[in-house]
């Protein structure tokens, strides 16, 4: 409950301040939006070509990308870590961050919070109806359940992706390119993962399981049967590597020497 009370007045905060700079948050958002419709147009012109890719029809695309929005969205909105070494590590502001009675990457989360890309969800949604309706969908009493869930599990994988890959800098203060490579990488879970070769395939299933935070659980909902197993693996993978990755920074934490010269 502690933790709970924590993250709501973190939040009233952080809405106080964006609400003092309204125009700046409303530019940002329609940023944001700017650069989903841009992805959404390159789907479009690219089935401008063809009618199929590897068996998936344009609005199949489209609905996985618009599920992929949902989870990206919320990692986004508390996982904004990808300066975390300059700032934390190199500006040494770990040191302030250690002198808390409170876990460290729960700070981070609190501090680095923009809850203006929980705008994403609804995008995101949006998106889904949109292609939803196009392809005659239809859905279960248990489907909204089991949306909430795959969605958390692939919020799940990419936060812990980029925890791990934060965790680094404890072994290494050196400035790092890494995050925004990881970031370009994580744009592949937003297309079908057979347009892929096997190796890459096999990376954004296992190494770096990009695939699960958007066309495995959405082939639940296209009714991809030969998908299913995948589908229903994503809370899992989404728990193991994020327990993982929170292993990985609490070892991490233990070899931080502070700030130096």
């Known amino acids: 409950m502690k933790y709970v009370a924590l993250f709501f007045q973190y939040a009233a905060q952080y809405m106080k301040t964006r609400l003092t700079y309204r125009t700046d948050m409303i530019v940002e958002i329609g940023s944001d939006l700017m650069s989903q419709a841009v992805n959404f147009v390159f789907i479009l012109l690219v089935f401008g070509h063809t009618t199929m890719i590897s068996g998936w029809s344009r609005d199949e695309i489209i609905f ?7 989870p990206f969205a919320i990692f986004g909105a508390f996982f904004n870590i990808w300066d975390f070494n300059e700032r934390y590590i190199v500006k040494g502001e770990m040191d302030r961050i250690l002198t808390r009675p409170i876990h460290s990457l729960f700070q981070i989360v609190l501090e680095r919070m923009e809850l203006e890309s929980l705008f994403g969800v609804l995008t995101g949604t949006a998106v889904m109806i949109y292609a939803g309706s196009r392809l005659d969908l239809t859905f279960a009493w248990y ?15 990419y936060a812990s992706i980029f ?6 800098s404890f072994w290494s203060d050196s400035p790092t390119s890494i995050m925004p490579m ?14 892929y070769n096997s190796i890459i395939r096999f990376v954004l299933t296992w190494i770096l399981p990009f695939a699960f ?13 030969e998908w299913y197993t995948y589908a229903f693996l994503t809370p899992v993978i989404g728990l193991v590597f994020f327990l993982l990755s929170i292993f990985m920074w609490n070892v991490g934490v233990t070899k931080y020497r502070g700030a130096g010269n």
């Open 213 to 225: 935070v958007g066309v495995y659980p959405a082939a639940y909902f296209l009714g991809r049967e």
């Open 182 to 195: 990881m970031y370009n990488i994580g744009n592949y879970g937003r297309y079908p993962v057979n347009i």
């Open 64 to 70: 996985i990308y618009g599920f992929f929005l949902v």
């Open 163 to 168: 925890v791990l890959i934060a965790s680094i």
């Open 143 to 157: 489907d909204p359940f089991m949306m909430v869930l795959l969605v958390l599990g692939g919020t799940l994988v």
